[in-house]
Every structure is written in C-alpha cells, then in structure tokens.
C-alpha cells in the first residue's frame, strides 16, 4: 500500500489512469505514486457499462496503448476484451498494488507554501474520510457522471406497465428474449443495442427524435491481419496505428472542409445497405454536418443488417407520452413494447466532481483556460485527461501522459518545484468541447474553456500534437515555473483565471 504522501496522485483507474501510470512507470521510475479509483475494480467505462453488444466506437489500434500492442483479432473490440486488456496492462506494470479502490476524491488543495495538494477522498466501503498529499494531481476520470446517466422527464413514465432501463445501469438478470423493445435514442449507445438486442428479442425498435450519421467499418483490419503474419506484434501495431490515424485525419478534415460530400459518401453507403427503397433521408440524414457530433459506427453493418432482415426498425419522430403498453408518438402511433430502453445519453461531470482550491480559492472552472488541453491556468502541478472527440480517446490519454512526464522531469532536471499555466491576455474564448451532442450542450458553460491558438488551442490533430507533445518547448508564454513560495493568507501565486 502506497504511504499517504506522493509524488504523483493518479485519479481514476480507467483507462486513461492505467495508461498515465503505466507511463509514470516507463518513464519516471523514480517517482511515487498512487490512484484513487471510486468503484471496485480497474477498467472505468469498460468495467462500469454492461449493456448488451457493448464495445468501442474506434479501432483498437488507436485506442490500445501506444506501449501495449492489441493483438486481439477485432479492430472493433468488444467491452469484454477492452477490460481485459486494461486489467492485463495494469498487471504487466504493476499499476494494480499502488490502486486504492472505493476512494472517492472530493476535494483537492493546493498550497504555495509547501507546494503540495492535500486530497481529501471519502471510503465508500467504510464511511471513513481520507486525506492524502502530492506534488502532482493527475485528474483521469473522464468526464461524465458514473452513478447517473442522463434521463428525460418522459410524460405518463410511471404508467408503463413493462420494464424501463437505463444503458448506464443494466441488469443483470434482465431477459428480453422474444420481448418487443424500444430503445430511445440514436447515438453510439443505441446503435450498439439495437442489433445486439435484435439476436433474441421478438423485435427491437430504435425511437430517435433525430438521425445521427451512421458509418459500417469491418470488425477486423485486413491490413492488420497481413501484416501480423509477416511481423512481430510490437512491429506490426505502430504501422497500423499510424494508418488508422491518417485515415481518421482524412475523414475529419474532409468532413469539415467538404461536408456535403462527406454527407452524400455517408448516405449513399447506407442506402446501399438497407432494403430498396427505404427512407433513408428521414432515418438516416442527420441535420448537421458530418462531425459536429461523434461519427456512429457500426460493425460490419450490423444495425443496417437488423433493419434490412426485419430483426429491427427505425423510427423517427418524437415521444407524446408513456402508455401501459408502450409509447405514444407525436404522429399518434404507438409503439407496443414490453422493456424500454432509454438510451438518452449521458450527465458531463467535471473532474469526477472533485472540487479544487489554490491558495484558499475555490478553482470555477468555467473561468479557466486549458494550456495544451491539458492543465488549466492558475492551477500549478495540475494536470487532466480530456480525449480527442474525432479519434480514440487514448490517443489524447498517451500524448497528456507522456507530457506530464517531460515536465516532471524538466522540474527535478532544473530544481524547480512548481509549473503553473497562465492564461492568455487576449483573444477569443471557446469551449474546450467542440462538439454539438445534447450531453456537451448541456453541460459545456461550466467547463474549461480553450483559446484562439496554441499553447492554449489544440486543433483535434494527433500528428501535429504528437510534436507538441512530444517534441514541443516545455517553456513557452503559457507556462510559469518556480518554487515553493510562501503566501500571505488568502492570496494566490498564480494568475487568476479569466473569463
């Protein structure tokens, strides 16, 4: 058991806190360190979501470790295999006997006088209070909710005589076989379900107010597939890697620069899909552009293969009210259905909730500005992990990683003890989330913001942060270092953050 002092205070076992201790371990050795995960057990969303069909959004090439090849034989990996790989990483390195569990943080702060934080965390097992101290704090917790997912108030919900369920919070003992479903939504989360649901349910409904772009990738990579019968693993992986990185970077910044193409390649690959003279305008035709939201992809065409084999249908149009035997639409058709699904999306949730104070002031996040997407200014010896919205999270996970490492290297390399942000004098602010999903809109005014241009903008690109991050200056305009300074009551060493 780590000693309640260390030098860096991981927060999350998830897989973005694996991968930074991992990378702490690689890179650092030298250092202490702990991490606090809130729930039981390793592994974050992958441990936490146990929906039928669960699995990622994107290739494990990009969402593997850049140190840990994937060598499973899906490139779209099922929530099983992903736990999997991130408890086997956490045992590789070691990550697991410096984890205390049912730790949930609740609040950090930092003092100048000695430069360290004093973390205070609460024992859901035992009730008890805990306090800790670090140099550093190292927020891997994601950002949304854990014990909540987002729920609309539906009118007459309490009506419904059949079972109504969250994605978030899955039973266990749920049997839908031969039971009429309809799941409400039309993100990633629903087109997941639908024709995971559709192998026994007697037949599934996708209820969606509106359509989001929907996009069949093979579950396997065949160049992968090539190339590891010719190669080692360790060789093979990075190739991959970085061919699965161009080819997102091409769709992204095509997406963006030619949008009504990009949409006509999406519609037209879906018409292909589904059966003659389906509506694919109405259920399939989203009314923004391509990557204004999360792109939903779909393994081998599965959702579509449900739709065209009658396993499963789309219904586009809006909730009036619950009845005793399903749904009521706005068009006053109603949907018979025995289980609900309500895949309605997620609550965001700064930090995992932890609150932060520098110096006796209360941190607003809304008033900070994020140095590199990845500390916020005022705050010293801070850093968190916010993925890419346009590629694998873990992509962003490795690069903030590796980063932390430079500078915590770069501090003992020139006796320094603190790194501060400072936030830009000037120039326009915009959220730090970049997309336009309801979960984002919802929330977006109390999180960080981002700046006009670089250090304090990231522009969603892995190569051209891969030299930032890797090969950029650790002294540049948004970024103080110093030492331990002793404070007079109440003031604070850092800039204030700006609105």
């Known amino acids: 058991m780590a000693s309640d002092h260390v030098d860096v205070l991981i927060v999350g076992a998830g897989l973005s806190g694996v991968g930074a201790a991992c990378h702490l371990r690689r890179n650092c050795p030298d250092k202490t360190y702990a991490v606090l995960e809130a729930r039981d057990a390793i592994g974050g969303t992958w441990d936490l979501f146990r929906y039928p069909g669960i699995r990622s959004d994107s290739d494990m090439f990009t969402l593997g470790y850049s140190f840990k090849p994937w060598t499973d034989p899906k490139a779209i990996a099922d929530g099983d295999a992903i736990r999997r790989y991130v408890r086997e990483t956490a045992r590789e390195y070691g990550v697991e006997e410096h984890v205390r569990f049912h730790h949930r943080v609740l609040r950090s702060e930092w003092d100048s006088a000695s430069a360290r934080w004093t973390v205070h965390a609460h024992r859901d097992d035992t009730g008890e209070d805990v306090v800790l101290t670090c140099a550093f704090l190292f927020a891997c917790s994601g950002y949304y909710r854990y014990d909540a997912g987002y729920t609309p ?125 389906y509506d694919v305008d109405r259920h399939f035709s989203p009314r923004y552009d391509p990557w204004d939201q999360r792109l939903c992809v779909v393994p081998d065409g599965d959702l579509f293969d449900a739709v065209r084999d009658g396993r499963a249908s789309v219904v586009t149009d809006t909730v009036d009210t619950f009845t005793e035997r399903g749904v009521r639409l706005g068009s006053g058709e109603e949907l018979p259905a025995d289980i609900v699904v309500t895949a309605t999306g997620l609550n965001l949730l700064a930090l995992g909730g932890m609150t932060l104070a520098v110096d006796g002031v209360d941190v607003d996040l809304a008033q900070t500005v994020a140095y590199k997407g990845m500390m916020l200014s005022g705050v010293p010896n801070f850093a968190m992990t916010i993925g890419y919205t346009n590629a694998s999270w873990t992509l962003k996970a490795d690069l903030v990683a590796t980063y932390v490492c430079r500078l915590l290297r770069h501090l003992d390399g020139t006796g320094q003890q603190v790194v501060t942000p400072v936030a830009p004098g000037s120039g326009a602010l915009v959220p730090l989330i970049d997309l336009k999903s309801g979960y984002v809109l919802r929330s977006v005014d109390a999180l960080p913001k981002q700046g006009a241009r670089a250090p304090w903008r990231l522009h969603q690109n892995y190569a051209r942060d891969v030299l930032l991050m890797k090969r950029g200056r650790l002294v540049d305009e948004g970024i103080r270092f110093s030492r331990a300074t002793p404070v007079a009551a109440g003031a604070r060493t850092a800039d204030a953050p700006v609105a």
Do not use: C
């Open 153 to 277: 108030e539906f009118p007459g919900a309490e009506r419904f005589s059949g079972e109504r369920v969250h994605p978030q919070h899955w039973p266990e003992d749920l049997d839908y076989t031969g039971k009429r479903v309809v799941v409400i939504g039309s993100g990633a989360t629903a087109v997941t379900l639908v024709p995971a649901m559709a192998e026994r349910a007697a037949h599934v409904t996708m209820l969606q107010r509106s359509p989001t772009y929907v996009i069949s990738l093979p579950s396997r990579d065949v160049v992968a597939d090539a190339l590891r019968r010719w190669l080692p693993a360790k060789a093979a992986y990075p190739v991959v890697r970085w061919k699965n990185v161009l080819l997102g970077t091409v769709n992204f910044q095509l997406s963006r620069r030619a949008p009504k193409l990009v949409r006509s390649l999406l519609l037209r690959a879906a018409k292909g899909r589904l059966p003659a003279g």
